[in-house]
């Protein structure tokens, strides 16, 4: 066999160097209970009071959601983020 053939070896050897590679990271390393769907549900169509919803500093700390300023007296409201939207697009609901 020539050298340019790839062995067992080389084979073996490609594996563990993917296998070594570090997983690319996802967004969720959890599911997200039913609470938390109906609250992203809830801010596809309009952002709602940040204290509206126990969810809201679980669906933050996984950046799903986050506050904007809001135009009345300065209270914050919540919003999907990026990664909030594609949660939804991934069950088919987003916009």
Same mark, same amino acid.
Do not use: C, F, W, Y
């Given at each position: 066999?020539?050298?340019? %053939?790839?062995?067992?070896?080389?084979?073996?050897?490609?594996?563990?160097?993917?296998? @070594?590679?570090?997983?690319?990271?996802?967004? +969720?390393?959890?599911?997200?209970?039913?609470? %938390?769907?109906?609250?992203?549900?809830?801010?596809?169509?309009?952002?709602?009071?940040?204290?509206?919803?126990? %969810?809201?500093?679980? #669906?933050? &700390?996984? /950046? +799903?959601? &986050?506050?904007?300023?809001? &135009?009345? @007296?300065? @209270?914050? $409201?919540?919003? +999907?983020?990026? &990664?909030?939207?594609?949660? #939804? $697009? /991934? #069950?088919?609901?987003?916009?």
């Amino acid at each position: 066999m020539s050298r340019l %053939e790839p062995t067992r070896q080389d084979a073996l050897n490609n594996v563990s160097t993917v296998a @070594a590679k570090p997983a690319k990271r996802t967004m +969720l390393r959890r599911l997200l209970s039913h609470h %938390e769907l109906a609250t992203l549900l809830l801010l596809l169509h309009a952002p709602i009071d940040a204290h509206a919803k126990p %969810e809201i500093p679980t #669906l933050r &700390e996984a /950046g +799903l959601v &986050e506050a904007v300023p809001s &135009e009345a @007296a300065g @209270a914050a $409201q919540i919003r +999907l983020t990026r &990664e909030g939207n594609a949660v #939804l $697009q /991934g #069950l088919g609901l987003a916009r």
